[in-house]
């Protein structure tokens, strides 16, 4: 008589790690579609808390946390995945695009591979030329001391029913899919001086790098892209330029290509390919 077994099999071991990065003072619900695709393709994913950076429901008023300190928890997160997965790779939206680079930057080799989705080195869009010039002031100056960044539509994103969605968000509660309602200049502050040291240190990293941005991002042009493919003089560059989407492009019209460009760069990374730059749209 052969008996059935009382346990389950084991899944099989995950592909490697892709740790995950949303916005400033955003959530992961900002990347809740790419987290579903990676699950579905075998992957292992962490989306950690960052004090300071990252929106707290528990507290009433956001504190903004140095920005030193968040590239620290990052990198702390990427070596407890190290010590678990083979192959370990950052992906970050936006501010989370340079807060990745940022770490990568200080963990050297260790790191396989970097997604860097709506990389924003230069809030140059052009929703945001409009009031542009008046950021350093809010920022460096006593009249930004009640100033607060407040997101307004298109809320990063061109398809119209998202927009309704989050519209209706942001009337119920203080966060959306898409960020927080508003940012203090605490944040945006520390973000700055982040994206300068950024800029600064692009040519220390050396890991496969895609770049992943919308050809009309309100917030941030591509000319992210373009200061990306001069700074990174010692890592190969994958660019996807979209075409149907706006600065939100993982929750946007073009979600589903964002998410499967990362899934086939993350299997290349640890199938052990080292891509060639390239620039795809």
């Known amino acids: 008589m052969i008996e059935t077994p009382s346990f389950a099999p084991a899944r099989p071991a995950p592909m ?3 740790l995950l990065l949303p916005g400033l003072c955003s959530t ?12 579905r393709a075998g992957w292992a994913f962490s989306t950690p808390h960052i004090e300071g950076y990252s929106f707290d429901a528990s507290r009433q008023r956001q504190v903004a946390g140095r920005f030193s ?45 970097l997604v860097l989705m709506s990389t924003t080195l230069r809030m140059d869009g052009w929703s945001a030329r409009r009031g542009g010039w008046l950021l350093p002031l809010a920022l460096y100056t006593p009249l930004g001391r009640l100033w607060r ?10 398809n119209e029913r998202v927009r309704a969605w989050i519209e209706q968000e942001l009337k119920q509660r203080r966060i959306s899919r898409a960020g927080c309602a508003a940012i203090g200049v605490g944040h945006l502050r520390e973000y700055d001086r982040l994206r300068r040291a950024v800029r ?21 042009s591509l000319s992210n892209v373009e200061l990306l493919a001069r700074g990174l ?21 073009d979600r589903r290509q964002v998410a499967q460009e990362t899934i086939d760069f993350a299997r290349s990374v640890a199938d052990g390919h080292r891509p060639c730059s390239t620039v795809e749209s």
Not at 87 to 110: E, H, K
Not at 149 to 158: A, D, F, L, M, S
């Open 233 to 253: 003089t010692q890592a190969p560059l994958h660019t996807v330029v979209l075409e149907n989407s706006y600065h939100m492009i993982s929750i946007d019209n």
């Open 16 to 18: 490697g790690a892709v």
């Open 69 to 113: 300190d968040w590239v620290e928890r990052v990198c702390e997160e990427f070596l407890a995945l190290r010590r678990q997965y083979g192959t370990v790779l950052l992906a970050g939206i936006s501010a989370g695009a340079s807060l990745a680079l940022a770490a990568v930057a200080r963990l050297g080799l260790s790191a396989d591979g």
């Open 200 to 220: 600064r240190s692009l040519s220390q990293i050396r890991c496969p790098v895609l770049a992943l941005h919308a050809r009309h991002d309100e917030v941030a």
């Open 149 to 158: 960044y407040r997101e307004r539509t298109p809320y990063g994103v061109k």
């Open 28 to 39: 992961a619900d900002e990347l809740l579609h790419l987290q579903s695709a990676l699950r």
